[in-house]
């Protein structure tokens, strides 16, 4: 049977007949293609990257950038809820979308010049090249101005030096977005963004091994030794941290989205379970306790709904603002989390197994929680937006 | 190469019927409505039928209320060049009276190929398809799991009880999909978009009086839910006796 989706409150009239029409397309092909083969994947610690093809077919990379590149043009609402349904499959599926669309083909199409837009854009598009984006370093995680990978100029261009940590599709990717200082180390506004093909001497990538949370993604630990690439590797419009961070408001964007899935596709369990499952010769959804866990979970569930939409239509007018996406981001990551744990606790002992959704959706909602700005950074950012105060240092 | 598909708007498979106050129509507040089954693969038959003759035009044409034009989307979205909505608001259960309106839109298309779905899965009536071949005079093939293309004629397959027939006939013809003929392709994001700025007339029609009246439409009964008798050889005896003096089925 296809997912059904959970709508308390008619959200479903609050979307126009594309965007539903786009959301019933990724809803059946993750019903058809995810859902069958994820726990596998998952066990076994690997990405489905066999589905890269028919992703990039239907139109899912970078689906919210115009269609001049090869993209499908989509409103910023049909792009969520493209990743509401990726992320009703796995956090790993969403992400591997997340990372091709809003890290790298949306810097490139932000910052990149009409030829580079033109030489990267269709190829990301239609899936020829995978990309992945590469911030983080060791030392530097929530504080990513502070980061040591640097990038000199040279007669013909530049040389690049350092290491990236927990960079998803790292060790897939044929092209990796790369942020580096280009001046002093204490001068986050020399952060720039590099366009590096990983067969680039000097590249490497190398699989994260030992997770337990996103275990059917790639995560990889780059090493950029002396790694030479031409003048035209420079993003010549990115400037400053605030470049990638503008990248992740995108992501974050996206991931408000998924969140809501991933809390569906658990709510969506826990109700069947509690309506079959006999104890005490009754239903488990016959005892109050079970029908709390079920009414707070669907109480969430369509709050967190109502904040994506209005969230979509004002950066579909232009005027979202990154707090706004902050909001959205800690409360649908943490509310999914929640879902997803009350899901797995109401499941009993089934609810630790493979077989049923809930604990791998939990297990990857640890990673969403941290990564994009982990739950903490976003409430900082909060923080400052409300007393004007800065709490981060 | 021209062909037409008739598609109709049906409710979801997965939607819970309920029956309206008057008795013989569906309640259809809260239905989820989707292009009907059969008709996706008539349409995706056509696709491929273009696609492989590197030219010509896919018409899907749907009788139906208003809402029926984000049906004709659907399959705009697939990949059809253009649509053509009949709109008649009354919801017409007699075939007949679909089979002559679609026949006014269709007779003078000059269409080498019109295509049906075997069946609407509302109604089952398996009967507008070769209604309109009859009422043009066209050779009609119902059912069909395989069509093969030649110069001014076809060949087609159908799946009898036990068997498989296999049947010649001349263009322009009449053919009704059955399931197995292709696996219809999801209409991509693209084909989304592209939709919205295909040409979808939409042409007001007055429907004929029929021959056919609903009386009235009731729901299966309600199953009632299993009950496990026991486990195991010793629990044979008490089957026995629950489908002897229950269900009376021995
Ligand atoms: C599966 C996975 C995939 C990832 N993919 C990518 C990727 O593709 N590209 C990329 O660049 N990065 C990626 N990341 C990295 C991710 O963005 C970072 O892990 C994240 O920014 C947090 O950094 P950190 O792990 O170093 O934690 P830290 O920054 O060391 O934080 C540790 C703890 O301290 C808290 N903390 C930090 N600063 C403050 C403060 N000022 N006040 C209060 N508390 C604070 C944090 O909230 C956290 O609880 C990924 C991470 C994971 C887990």
């Not at chain 1, 069947?272 to 569930?301: C, H």
Request: proline share 5%.
């Amino acid at each position: 049977m296809p997912f059904q989706g959970v709508d308390f409150y008619d959200t479903e009239s609050l979307f126009a007949e594309d965007e539903r029409a786009v959301r019933d397309t990724v809803r059946r092909w993750v019903d058809e293609a995810v859902i069958p083969i994820i726990g596998d994947h998952y066990v076994q610690g690997t990405f489905p990257l066999h589905l890269a093809p028919k992703m990039a077919e239907l139109g899912l990379f970078g689906a919210n950038l115009p269609e001049e590149y090869g993209c499908a043009g989509l409103n910023n609402v049909a792009y969520g809820l493209i990743m509401q349904e990726l992320e009703r499959g796995d956090s790993g599926v969403r992400s591997f979308a997340s990372v091709q669309g809003a890290l790298v083909m949306y810097p490139i199409y932000a910052f990149g010049s009409e030829e580079q837009k033109q030489r990267w854009l269709p190829r990301l598009a239609g899936g020829e090249a995978i990309g992945c984006f590469g911030l983080t370093e060791p030392d530097f995680g929530s504080n990513p101005g502070g980061m040591i990978t640097t990038a000199r100029e040279t007669a013909d261009g530049w040389v690049l030096n350092g290491a990236k940590m927990w960079i998803t599709n790292g060790s897939t990717a044929q092209v990796a977005i790369i942020w580096a200082k280009t001046g002093a180390l204490d001068d986050p506004q020399s952060i720039r963004g590099f366009i590096v093909p990983t067969d680039t001497k000097g590249f490497s990538a190398k699989d994260q091994k030992g997770k337990l949370s996103l275990r059917a993604s790639d995560t990889s630990e780059l090493v950029l030794q002396d790694v030479k690439v031409g003048r035209d590797a420079l993003l010549p419009k990115s400037g400053g941290v605030k470049s990638p961070l503008m990248c992740l408001t995108q992501a974050r964007y996206g991931i408000a989205w998924g969140a809501v899935g991933a809390a569906m596709a658990c709510f969506a369990e826990a109700v069947s379970y509690a309506k079959t499952r006999v104890i005490f010769d009754r239903p488990i959804g016959g005892f109050q306790i079970q029908q709390a866990r079920l009414a707070d979970m669907l109480t969430e569930i369509t709050k967190a709904q109502l904040l994506c939409v209005q969230l979509g239509r004002l950066k579909d007018r232009g005027s979202a603002t990154p707090e706004q996406v902050s909001l959205a981001k800690r409360n649908n990551v943490d509310m999914a989390t929640e879902v997803a744990r009350e899901t797995r606790r109401l499941l009993g002992a089934n609810g630790i197994l493979a077989e049923y959704q809930a604990m791998r959706h939990l297990a990857n909602l640890e990673s969403v929680y941290t990564y994009e700005g982990t739950h903490d950074i976003h409430t900082l950012v909060l923080g400052q937006a409300i007393t004007g105060l800065d709490a981060f240092r | 190469m021209k062909i037409a598909v008739c598609i109709k708007r049906v409710p979801d498979t997965e939607t819970r019927i309920k029956i309206a106050a008057d008795g013989r129509s569906i309640d259809e507040s809260g239905v989820k409505f989707v292009l009907n089954p059969y008709d996706e693969y008539a349409v995706e038959e056509a696709l491929r039928r273009k696609e492989a003759a590197g030219s010509g035009e896919v018409v899907v044409i749907a009788l139906g209320p208003d809402a029926a034009q984000e049906t004709i989307r659907t399959a705009l979205a697939m990949g059809a060049d253009r649509g053509v909505l009949l709109q008649a608001d009354a919801r017409v259960l007699d075939p007949s009276v679909i089979a002559r309106a679609l026949v006014a839109e269709l007779r003078d298309g000059g269409y080498d190929l019109v295509l049906f779905g075997k069946l609407a899965i509302d109604d089952y009536h398996h009967a507008v398809g070769p209604m309109v071949a009859e009422l043009l005079r066209l050779p009609c093939v119902s059912a069909a799991a395989r069509l093969e293309l030649g110069d001014g004629k076809a060949t087609a397959e159908r799946e009898v009880e036990g068997g498989v027939e296999v049947v010649e006939f001349p263009l322009p013809a009449v053919l009704t999909a059955d399931k197995g003929l292709n696996e219809p392709r999801y209409p991509a994001l693209k084909g989304i978009m592209a939709a919205k700025k295909k040409p979808l007339e939409v042409k007001p029609v007055t429907l004929e009086a029929g021959g056919l009246e609903v009386l009235e439409l009731a729901l299966p009964p309600e199953r009632k839910p299993g009950r496990i008798l026991g486990e195991g050889p010793g629990a044979v005896p008490a089957l026995i006796r629950a489908l002897r003096t229950e269900a009376k089925v021995l």
